[in-house]
Protein backbone atom coordinates (compact mmCIF):
# COMPACT_ATOMS: atom_id res chain seq x y z
CA UNK A 1 0.00 0.00 0.00
CA UNK A 2 1.19 3.38 -0.97
CA UNK A 3 -0.16 7.11 -1.75
CA UNK A 4 0.90 7.53 -5.34
CA UNK A 5 -0.28 11.48 -5.22
CA UNK A 6 -1.34 14.03 -2.51
CA UNK A 7 -2.89 17.21 -3.24
CA UNK A 8 -0.65 20.30 -2.94
CA UNK A 9 -0.71 22.08 0.52
CA UNK A 10 -2.55 25.13 1.31
CA UNK A 11 -4.90 23.77 -1.23
CA UNK A 12 -8.78 25.00 -0.41
CA UNK A 13 -10.86 22.42 1.17
CA UNK A 14 -13.69 23.70 -0.74
CA UNK A 15 -12.90 22.04 -3.64
CA UNK A 16 -11.72 18.15 -4.05
CA UNK A 17 -8.53 17.42 -1.97
CA UNK A 18 -8.22 13.60 -3.89
CA UNK A 19 -5.70 11.48 -2.99
CA UNK A 20 -4.61 8.94 -4.87
CA UNK A 21 -3.28 5.38 -3.65
CA UNK A 22 -1.65 1.96 -5.18
CA UNK A 23 -2.65 -1.45 -2.83
CA UNK A 24 0.32 -3.39 -4.06
CA UNK A 25 -1.46 -6.34 -3.69
CA UNK A 26 -4.57 -8.50 -4.40
CA UNK A 27 -7.82 -6.73 -4.16
CA UNK A 28 -8.87 -6.24 -0.22
CA UNK A 29 -10.75 -3.87 1.71
CA UNK A 30 -9.29 -0.74 3.19
CA UNK A 31 -9.43 1.77 5.67
CA UNK A 32 -8.44 5.44 5.35
CA UNK A 33 -8.18 7.81 8.27
CA UNK A 34 -8.15 11.38 8.46
CA UNK A 35 -5.82 12.28 11.46
CA UNK A 36 -5.71 15.80 12.87
CA UNK A 37 -2.35 16.15 13.11
CA UNK A 38 -2.46 19.51 15.54
CA UNK A 39 -4.20 18.00 17.88
CA UNK A 40 -4.20 13.77 16.97
CA UNK A 41 -8.02 13.62 16.66
CA UNK A 42 -9.77 11.70 13.89
CA UNK A 43 -11.30 13.87 11.88
CA UNK A 44 -12.83 10.96 9.76
CA UNK A 45 -12.60 7.65 7.90
CA UNK A 46 -13.29 5.66 4.87
CA UNK A 47 -13.64 2.06 4.18
CA UNK A 48 -13.22 0.92 0.16
CA UNK A 49 -14.08 -2.66 -0.94
CA UNK A 50 -12.05 -4.89 -2.78
CA UNK A 51 -9.92 -1.89 -4.02
CA UNK A 52 -6.54 -2.65 -5.71
CA UNK A 53 -6.29 1.28 -6.76
CA UNK A 54 -8.10 4.29 -6.95
CA UNK A 55 -8.42 7.88 -5.19
CA UNK A 56 -10.34 9.47 -2.40
CA UNK A 57 -11.19 13.11 -1.95
CA UNK A 58 -11.04 14.17 2.15
CA UNK A 59 -12.30 17.35 1.36
CA UNK A 60 -16.13 16.77 2.45
CA UNK A 61 -14.39 15.42 5.87
CA UNK A 62 -12.44 18.64 6.37
CA UNK A 63 -15.35 20.73 5.45
CA UNK A 64 -17.07 19.42 8.55
CA UNK A 65 -13.90 19.80 10.57
CA UNK A 66 -12.25 22.77 9.74
CA UNK A 67 -15.13 25.69 11.22
CA UNK A 68 -14.43 29.46 11.19
CA UNK A 69 -14.99 30.93 14.83
CA UNK A 70 -14.95 34.57 15.86
CA UNK A 71 -13.14 35.50 18.81
CA UNK A 72 -15.68 36.55 22.45
CA UNK A 73 -13.47 39.07 23.04
CA UNK A 74 -10.34 41.06 21.78
CA UNK A 75 -8.53 43.03 24.29
CA UNK A 76 -5.87 44.67 22.20
CA UNK A 77 -4.08 44.48 18.94
CA UNK A 78 -3.23 40.62 18.66
CA UNK A 79 -3.26 37.51 16.65
CA UNK A 80 -6.62 35.45 17.23
CA UNK A 81 -7.54 32.00 15.61
CA UNK A 82 -10.41 32.54 13.56
CA UNK A 83 -10.13 28.39 12.29
CA UNK A 84 -10.01 28.28 8.41
CA UNK A 85 -7.35 25.80 8.36
CA UNK A 86 -6.66 22.15 8.88
CA UNK A 87 -3.33 20.48 9.15
CA UNK A 88 -3.94 16.48 8.41
CA UNK A 89 -2.72 13.41 7.74
CA UNK A 90 -3.85 9.97 5.93
CA UNK A 91 -3.40 6.84 7.13
CA UNK A 92 -4.27 3.13 5.36
CA UNK A 93 -2.52 -0.28 6.75
CA UNK A 94 0.19 1.62 8.50
CA UNK A 95 1.00 3.67 5.94
CA UNK A 96 0.68 7.92 6.16
CA UNK A 97 0.60 10.07 3.43
CA UNK A 98 2.86 13.69 3.87
CA UNK A 99 1.25 16.01 6.40
CA UNK A 100 -0.51 18.71 4.25
CA UNK A 101 -2.30 22.00 5.86
CA UNK A 102 -5.43 23.11 3.77
CA UNK A 103 -7.36 25.86 3.99
CA UNK A 104 -10.66 27.64 3.40
CA UNK A 105 -9.63 30.64 0.70
CA UNK A 106 -8.70 29.83 -2.67
CA UNK A 107 -5.53 31.01 -3.59
CA UNK A 108 -3.93 30.46 -6.86
CA UNK A 109 -0.82 28.39 -6.84
CA UNK A 110 1.72 30.65 -7.54
CA UNK A 111 0.61 33.28 -4.78
CA UNK A 112 3.30 34.04 -2.32
CA UNK A 113 0.83 36.35 -0.05
CA UNK A 114 -2.80 37.38 -0.34
CA UNK A 115 -5.04 39.63 0.85
CA UNK A 116 -8.55 38.12 2.36
CA UNK A 117 -10.54 40.58 3.21
CA UNK A 118 -13.42 41.97 0.68
CA UNK A 119 -14.00 44.97 1.75
CA UNK A 120 -12.24 48.31 1.20
CA UNK A 121 -8.84 49.99 2.81
CA UNK A 122 -10.77 52.82 4.60
CA UNK A 123 -12.61 52.26 7.53
CA UNK A 124 -14.17 53.30 10.63
CA UNK A 125 -14.43 51.94 14.29
CA UNK A 126 -15.24 53.13 17.55
CA UNK A 127 -12.41 53.45 20.11
CA UNK A 128 -13.58 50.23 22.42
CA UNK A 129 -14.31 48.28 19.19
CA UNK A 130 -12.07 45.85 17.17
CA UNK A 131 -11.35 44.93 13.01
CA UNK A 132 -10.28 42.04 12.07
CA UNK A 133 -7.78 41.53 9.10
CA UNK A 134 -7.38 38.00 6.84
CA UNK A 135 -4.72 36.85 4.51
CA UNK A 136 -2.78 34.01 3.47
CA UNK A 137 1.25 33.50 3.20
CA UNK A 138 3.33 30.82 1.97
CA UNK A 139 5.65 29.87 4.53
CA UNK A 140 8.83 31.09 3.42
CA UNK A 141 6.97 34.56 3.73
CA UNK A 142 8.18 36.75 6.31
CA UNK A 143 5.00 38.68 7.34
CA UNK A 144 4.64 42.04 9.64
CA UNK A 145 1.86 43.55 10.60
CA UNK A 146 2.56 47.32 12.03
CA UNK A 147 0.14 49.08 13.47
CA UNK A 148 0.19 53.01 13.76
CA UNK A 149 -2.01 54.90 16.33
CA UNK A 150 -2.03 59.23 15.42
CA UNK A 151 -3.86 61.76 17.99
CA UNK A 152 -2.66 63.38 20.78
CA UNK A 153 0.43 61.26 20.94
CA UNK A 154 1.64 58.54 18.22
CA UNK A 155 2.45 54.65 18.94
CA UNK A 156 3.70 51.80 16.86
CA UNK A 157 3.67 48.44 17.82
CA UNK A 158 4.79 45.38 15.41
CA UNK A 159 2.76 41.97 15.46
CA UNK A 160 4.19 39.12 13.97
CA UNK A 161 2.18 36.31 13.08
CA UNK A 162 3.18 32.31 12.75
CA UNK A 163 4.47 31.97 9.52
CA UNK A 164 2.57 30.43 6.78
CA UNK A 165 -1.36 29.42 5.68
CA UNK A 166 -4.33 31.68 6.91
CA UNK A 167 -4.13 34.04 8.97
CA UNK A 168 -6.00 36.74 11.20
CA UNK A 169 -5.00 39.57 12.73
CA UNK A 170 -7.13 41.46 15.12
CA UNK A 171 -6.56 45.40 15.17
CA UNK A 172 -8.09 47.77 18.34
CA UNK A 173 -7.92 51.07 19.25
CA UNK A 174 -7.49 49.95 23.20
CA UNK A 175 -3.79 49.34 25.07
CA UNK A 176 -2.72 52.89 23.51
CA UNK A 177 -1.52 55.26 25.85
CA UNK A 178 -3.67 58.02 24.28
CA UNK A 179 -7.63 57.12 22.59
CA UNK A 180 -6.17 57.66 18.62
CA UNK A 181 -7.91 59.57 16.50
CA UNK A 182 -7.02 57.65 13.19
CA UNK A 183 -4.85 54.19 12.72
CA UNK A 184 -3.07 52.79 10.02
CA UNK A 185 -2.11 48.99 9.54
CA UNK A 186 0.45 47.89 6.90
CA UNK A 187 0.87 44.39 6.13
CA UNK A 188 4.56 44.20 5.32
CA UNK A 189 5.84 41.26 3.41
CA UNK A 190 9.24 40.42 3.36
CA UNK A 191 10.26 43.35 4.40
CA UNK A 192 8.09 45.44 1.35
CA UNK A 193 4.56 46.98 1.56
CA UNK A 194 1.62 44.66 0.55
CA UNK A 195 -1.39 46.85 2.15
CA UNK A 196 -2.74 49.13 3.64
CA UNK A 197 -5.89 49.86 6.02
CA UNK A 198 -6.67 53.11 7.35
CA UNK A 199 -8.81 53.36 10.26
CA UNK A 200 -11.34 56.53 11.17
CA UNK A 201 -11.57 56.29 15.39
CA UNK A 202 -14.96 57.88 15.82
CA UNK A 203 -18.06 57.32 17.94
CA UNK A 204 -21.01 55.62 16.69
CA UNK A 205 -24.16 57.07 16.49
CA UNK A 206 -26.73 56.22 18.73
CA UNK A 207 -28.69 53.39 16.52
CA UNK A 208 -25.20 51.86 15.10
CA UNK A 209 -25.18 47.90 15.40
CA UNK A 210 -21.77 46.35 14.35
CA UNK A 211 -21.89 42.92 12.99
CA UNK A 212 -18.99 40.22 12.37
CA UNK A 213 -19.26 37.10 9.43
CA UNK A 214 -17.13 35.51 7.46
CA UNK A 215 -16.51 36.13 3.67
CA UNK A 216 -16.07 34.06 0.75
CA UNK A 217 -12.63 32.90 1.73
CA UNK A 218 -13.42 32.05 5.24
CA UNK A 219 -12.09 35.36 6.61
CA UNK A 220 -13.68 37.55 9.30
CA UNK A 221 -15.59 40.71 7.88
CA UNK A 222 -16.67 43.59 10.25
CA UNK A 223 -18.65 46.35 9.22
CA UNK A 224 -20.87 48.95 11.72
CA UNK A 225 -24.42 49.26 10.48
CA UNK A 226 -24.93 53.29 11.13
CA UNK A 227 -28.79 52.92 11.00
CA UNK A 228 -31.48 50.14 11.82
CA UNK A 229 -34.96 50.36 9.87
CA UNK A 230 -37.34 48.90 12.13
CA UNK A 231 -37.37 46.60 15.56
CA UNK A 232 -39.68 43.47 15.92
CA UNK A 233 -40.85 41.43 18.99
CA UNK A 234 -42.66 38.48 18.35
CA UNK A 235 -44.39 37.29 21.37
CA UNK A 236 -45.67 33.73 21.91
CA UNK A 237 -48.08 32.76 25.00
CA UNK A 238 -49.19 29.38 26.29
CA UNK A 239 -51.02 27.42 28.81
CA UNK A 240 -49.67 23.96 30.17
CA UNK A 241 -52.55 22.61 32.04
CA UNK A 242 -51.83 20.10 34.60
CA UNK A 243 -53.79 17.02 35.21
CA UNK A 244 -54.06 17.21 38.74
CA UNK A 245 -55.23 20.84 38.12
CA UNK A 246 -53.87 24.47 37.80
CA UNK A 247 -51.87 25.72 34.92
CA UNK A 248 -48.55 27.28 34.12
CA UNK A 249 -48.49 30.12 31.77
CA UNK A 250 -45.60 29.53 29.15
CA UNK A 251 -43.64 32.83 27.12
CA UNK A 252 -41.38 32.77 24.45
CA UNK A 253 -39.61 35.99 22.87
CA UNK A 254 -38.59 36.77 19.24
CA UNK A 255 -36.77 39.84 18.75
CA UNK A 256 -35.86 41.20 14.97
CA UNK A 257 -34.04 44.00 13.85
CA UNK A 258 -33.35 45.55 10.40
CA UNK A 259 -29.69 47.10 9.93
CA UNK A 260 -29.49 49.77 7.25
CA UNK A 261 -26.22 50.03 6.38
CA UNK A 262 -24.29 53.50 5.00
CA UNK A 263 -24.35 54.41 1.10
CA UNK A 264 -21.32 52.63 -0.45
CA UNK A 265 -19.98 52.08 -3.94
CA UNK A 266 -21.15 48.70 -4.91
CA UNK A 267 -17.78 46.36 -4.69
CA UNK A 268 -18.25 47.40 -1.23
CA UNK A 269 -22.25 46.91 -0.43
CA UNK A 270 -21.39 43.52 -2.03
CA UNK A 271 -18.93 42.87 -0.27
CA UNK A 272 -21.63 43.62 3.01
CA UNK A 273 -23.65 41.74 1.35
CA UNK A 274 -21.70 38.50 1.81
CA UNK A 275 -22.82 38.28 5.52
CA UNK A 276 -26.18 36.05 4.16
CA UNK A 277 -23.83 33.37 3.36
CA UNK A 278 -21.54 33.26 6.09
CA UNK A 279 -21.37 29.78 8.41
CA UNK A 280 -21.75 32.45 11.62
CA UNK A 281 -22.23 35.75 12.26
CA UNK A 282 -22.35 38.06 15.63
CA UNK A 283 -23.43 41.16 16.97
CA UNK A 284 -20.11 43.08 18.42
CA UNK A 285 -20.52 45.45 21.40
CA UNK A 286 -17.27 47.18 22.06
CA UNK A 287 -14.53 44.55 21.98
CA UNK A 288 -17.21 41.57 22.91
CA UNK A 289 -19.27 39.61 20.65
CA UNK A 290 -22.41 37.31 20.39
CA UNK A 291 -23.83 34.79 18.25
CA UNK A 292 -27.25 36.15 16.14
CA UNK A 293 -28.79 34.42 13.00
CA UNK A 294 -30.24 36.57 9.88
CA UNK A 295 -34.09 36.28 9.56
CA UNK A 296 -33.77 36.39 5.98
CA UNK A 297 -31.44 34.15 3.55
CA UNK A 298 -30.89 37.11 1.45
CA UNK A 299 -29.27 40.63 1.79
CA UNK A 300 -31.42 43.67 -0.22
CA UNK A 301 -28.91 46.55 -1.96
CA UNK A 302 -30.87 49.35 -2.98
CA UNK A 303 -29.58 51.96 -5.42
CA UNK A 304 -27.39 52.42 -8.36
CA UNK A 305 -23.62 53.49 -7.68
CA UNK A 306 -24.25 53.91 -4.18
CA UNK A 307 -25.78 51.55 -2.59
CA UNK A 308 -27.81 50.71 0.69
CA UNK A 309 -27.36 47.12 2.20
CA UNK A 310 -30.61 46.07 4.68
CA UNK A 311 -30.07 42.80 6.69
CA UNK A 312 -32.40 41.35 9.67
CA UNK A 313 -30.76 39.58 12.22
CA UNK A 314 -32.61 38.02 15.41
CA UNK A 315 -31.43 36.99 18.97
CA UNK A 316 -29.80 33.16 19.05
CA UNK A 317 -31.93 31.23 21.56
CA UNK A 318 -28.95 31.55 24.15
CA UNK A 319 -27.74 34.52 23.57
CA UNK A 320 -30.65 36.82 24.99
CA UNK A 321 -32.13 40.04 23.36
CA UNK A 322 -30.95 41.85 20.45
Known amino acids: ?83 GRVKVRVEAEGVASPVRTFIAAKVADDKLYALLTTQYDRRAMAADEFDAIGYFAMPDAVVEIVVEAFGSGYERLVLT ?74 ATRGRILHPFGGEDVATGRDDALTLVSAYEPRAQAEAIAEAVASPEVRAVSGCRTRRVSLATDKATLHGGEMNLVEVEIRASGEEGRL
Open 1 to 83: MKFTSVPAGFTSFREPLPYAFDAEGAPRDITFTIVDVESGATIGAKKLYAATAGEIDIAPYLRRAARCRMPDEVAECSVVDTG
Open 161 to 234: PPAGGQRTVAVTPRGFAFVPESMRVTIRVDDEEADTIDYEIAENLADACRLAWFNRHGAPELYTFPARRQSCVE
